[in-house]
């Protein structure tokens, strides 16, 4: 049976398990390609025939038909010597069939710059980005009726290692092989609430109880106006306000601990009816000069007149002048 003990001895282990999960399982981002343009001008594939019917006996271009070309993306660890038949240990994705010999996902004319969707593939992850990567883009004909085997459709294959941090601009890359032309950019992502160059920094903005900050783009918490601490938590009591008798709960108050008083909470409070004193803490009632008593309402002299005997006044003894004459 589970009891006090046991849980609270338990306790310390599941904070500790549960923040490796946050720091290690929960880092995450994604890496997102984008297609611009693509060029296989003979309609060919890798191994030099025609996706679609045969070469002219004319020309011997491949006239009859165009290829129907779609993508495979495969993302894997850095490799000095690439295998392509290799597991995509980051992530693989793919697209529908996209165009034919040559397309392009270039913007119109009146903006050049912008890219149209629909050639990107976002492959997520969810561990440490480890920044160098290996990226295999392969273009292949959509032909199921002809051809049986995966690799007598390839049209294409680029490979590209390189190192990569998220926020990076894009990447451009330009791949002229033997077959086709392939222009694509490569860039990445951390998810919404993660950062840091591997995704691997959690930091969630708030403004509440648990904390009041936003996040810097390294991660960090940065407290939000009137908000110290660790976690954002403590407030910043008003300019000048004596923190050893004052306190606060929001950004620019001072409220007085108990006996004092004063806009900063320096006023110590007098003893209750205290008429003519002064204190140095709290209920003090030290009497101002010339004034006693408990209240310090009582000037000295009626405390004089009080306490001292009245002093007599002072008899004269007279001498008779005659009894100084016979000496």
């Known amino acids: 049976m589970w009891?006090?003990?046991?849980?609270?001895?338990?306790?310390?282990?599941?904070?500790?398990?549960?923040?490796?999960w946050t720091e290690v399982s929960q880092?995450?981002?994604?890496?997102?390609?984008?297609?611009?343009?693509?060029?296989?001008?003979?309609?060919?594939?890798?191994?030099?025939?025609?996706?679609?019917?045969?070469?002219?006996?004319?020309?011997?271009?491949?006239?009859?038909?165009?290829?129907?070309?779609?993508?495979?993306?495969?993302?894997?660890?850095?490799?000095m010597e690439v295998t392509t038949t290799s597991t995509c240990t980051f992530g693989a994705g793919s697209t529908q069939v996209l165009g034919g010999n040559m397309f392009s996902f270039k913007g119109a004319k009146n903006n050049p710059n912008k890219i149209d969707e629909g050639g990107k593939i976002l492959i997520p992850f969810q561990f440490a980005?480890?920044?160098?990567?290996?990226?295999?883009?392969?273009?292949?004909?959509w032909d199921n009726s002809t051809r049986n085997i995966d690799e007598e459709l390839l049209i294409e294959?680029?490979?590209?290692?390189?190192?990569?941090?998220?926020?990076?601009?894009?990447?451009?890359?330009?791949?002229?092989?033997?077959?086709?032309?392939?222009?694509?950019?490569?860039r990445l992502r951390c998810d919404e609430n993660y950062y840091s160059n591997k995704c691997n920094k959690l930091?969630?903005?708030?403004?509440?109880?648990?904390?009041?900050?936003?996040c810097e783009p390294s991660g960090a918490q940065l407290c939000l106006g009137g908000w110290m601490g660790s976690d954002c938590r403590t407030a910043i009591c008003k300019q000048g306000c004596d923190l050893l008798h004052?306190?606060?709960s929001a950004p620019g108050e001072c409220k007085c601990n108990y006996g004092w008083q004063g806009q900063f909470c320096d006023e110590c409070m007098l003893f209750p009816g205290c008429v003519h004193g002064t204190c140095n803490v709290p209920w003090?009632?030290?009497?101002?000069?010339?004034?006693?008593?408990?209240?310090?309402?009582?000037?000295?002299?009626?405390?004089?007149?009080y306490f001292l005997p009245p002093i007599p006044k002072p008899r004269i003894i007279g001498i008779d002048p005659l009894l100084l004459k016979s000496q």
């Open 3 to 20: 009891n006090r003990t046991r849980i609270r001895n338990c306790f310390p282990i599941v904070c500790l398990l549960l923040t490796l």
């Open 157 to 186: 294959r680029s490979i590209h290692t390189g190192m990569i941090n998220p926020g990076d601009p894009w990447q451009t890359i330009l791949h002229d092989g033997p077959v086709a032309r392939i222009v694509y950019r490569i």
């Open 246 to 248: 004052g306190s606060c």
């Open 129 to 141: 980005w480890p920044r160098t990567y290996t990226v295999i883009v392969a273009a292949w004909d």
């Open 203 to 214: 930091c969630v903005p708030r403004d509440d109880y648990f904390g009041h900050y936003r």
């Open 27 to 79: 880092s995450t981002g994604y890496f997102e390609l984008q297609l611009i343009s693509v060029e296989n001008v003979n309609g060919e594939l890798a191994d030099g025939e025609c996706c679609d019917g045969y070469r002219s006996s004319v020309d011997l271009r491949c006239t009859q038909d165009e290829c129907d070309t779609y993508f495979k993306i495969c993302l894997k660890e850095y490799q």
């Open 284 to 305: 003090q009632c030290k009497c101002e000069r010339n004034w006693g008593g408990l209240l310090c309402d009582k000037g000295m002299e009626k405390i004089k007149n």
